[in-house]
């Protein structure tokens, strides 16, 4: 299977802890988003990285929120001190294309579904 | 900021039916365009995008989407449903321009497609 990959696909935690996911994108991609998706609604960018290089976070993405890129490959997301609001769908994204074309297509990974308790 | 609205979070038609997805987008110059859709517990597959080149797109699975700039609407398409069909559909808008911001998706609500045998 050559399509964006994310481990766990779920995930149960109690309020208050760490949990971090992972991302392996399309390996010739060197953009990567990541999205989150709560019921009812649809994705909301949370970040964006350019190979390693994390350009554009949202408001969204509080200080408890905290995502990495090494060496441009696969991607962390990782939320700490964990919150009954974090309970979502998380997508990663990968795009194969120069910065500055909005046109190409975002493939999406299955998403890691986070429950807080 | 780009917004996308998607009329209608539920929509039902009997198998065979014309299906017709409706999207508006604010934008004050013309935006990469997308449909996307998405089956439970699953990720988010492309459907079709519109990139300012034909207005009339056509997609994977029998889909197709019409750009209307004076009525800014993007709406989906299917001459006749299939019980393959049900599933949630988000419309996607994404900048244009060059920029960091550059290829972040901002997505509808989504609609919620119910083919009837």
């Known amino acids: 299977d050559t399509g964006v990959s994310q481990d766990p696909r779920h995930k149960i935690t109690k309020r208050g802890q760490n949990v971090t996911f992972r991302c392996d994108p399309i390996?010739?991609?060197?953009?990567l988003y990541w999205y989150r998706q709560t019921l009812g609604q649809g994705p909301e960018f949370l970040t964006y990285?350019?190979?390693?290089?994390?350009?554009?976070k949202s408001r969204l993405l509080s200080d408890r929120f905290s995502a990495e890129r090494p060496k441009g490959s696969f991607s962390t997301l990782e939320i700490q001190r964990t919150e009954q609001g974090d309970s979502a769908m998380y997508l990663c994204?990968?795009?194969?294309?120069?910065?500055?074309?909005?046109?190409?297509?975002?493939?999406f990974g299955p998403g890691t579904r986070l429950t807080v308790l | 900021a780009q917004s996308v609205t998607q009329l209608g979070s539920h929509v039902s038609v009997s198998e065979g039916a014309l299906v017709l997805l409706r999207c508006n987008y604010s934008?004050?110059?013309?935006?990469?365009l997308f449909w996307y859709v998405q089956y439970p517990n699953q990720g988010l597959q492309l459907l079709l995008k519109?990139?300012?080149?034909?207005?009339l797109v056509k997609g994977i699975n029998g889909f197709e989407a019409e750009f209307k700039k004076s009525e800014t609407s993007f709406h989906l398409t299917k001459p006749s449903a299939h019980m393959s069909d049900a599933a949630e559909y988000f419309c996607?808008?994404?900048?244009?321009?060059?920029?960091?911001?550059?290829?972040?998706?901002?997505f509808g609500r989504g609609t919620q497609l119910t083919v009837w045998p």
């Open positions: 996607a808008v994404s900048d244009t321009g060059r920029g960091s911001t550059l290829g972040r998706l901002y």
């Open positions: 519109y990139t300012s080149a034909a207005t």
């Open positions: 934008s004050s110059v013309p935006p990469y």
């Open positions: 994204a990968s795009v194969r294309g120069l910065a500055g074309a909005g046109n190409n297509e975002q493939f």
């Open positions: 390996s010739e991609h060197n953009r």
């Open positions: 990285f350019q190979n390693e290089a994390q350009l554009e």
